[in-house]
């Protein structure tokens, strides 16, 4: 079992950075496939980003290429999410998840759940 907790979230203005940061409790987590995933007020729960636990792969939604980039320190337990460029629509509560399920494909099959962290963009 593993346990995860975000950090990281705040106030930015459009055009900022943010990073966030996932740290995970318990002796599997290098085992794990980790995700990130937000959900704005009214609207689904939307998968962000995913990434293997080497490493080598990862995946993004089509809103966030080019703009998000996922990794992780496995020696560290802990899974970032650096956000640049942010716009007022990546506003929203930014979950950490964690699952067994390898395959990095958008949604990733989430076991474990952050608290979430919430991330607002505007001017």
């Known amino acids: 079992q593993v346990q995860l907790v975000e950090s990281g979230g705040g106030l930015v203005k459009p055009g900022g950075s943010l990073r966030l940061s996932c740290r995970a409790s318990?002796?599997?987590?290098?085992?794990?496939?980790m995700g990130w995933f937000r959900q704005a007020p009214g609207k689904e729960r939307e998968s962000v980003a995913a990434i293997n636990w080497i490493g080598s792969r990862t995946a993004y939604a089509d809103s966030v290429k080019g703009r998000f980039t996922i990794s992780r320190d496995n020696g560290a337990n802990t899974v970032y999410l650096q956000m640049n460029s942010l716009k007022p629509e990546d506003t929203a509560v930014y979950y950490c998840?964690?699952?067994?399920?390898?395959?990095?494909?958008?949604?990733?099959?989430?076991?474990?759940w952050g608290p979430g962290t919430q991330v607002t963009i505007s001017s």
């Open positions: 318990g002796s599997t987590f290098i085992s794990y496939t």
């Open positions: 998840a964690a699952t067994i399920r390898g395959s990095v494909v958008l949604p990733i099959s989430a076991d474990y």
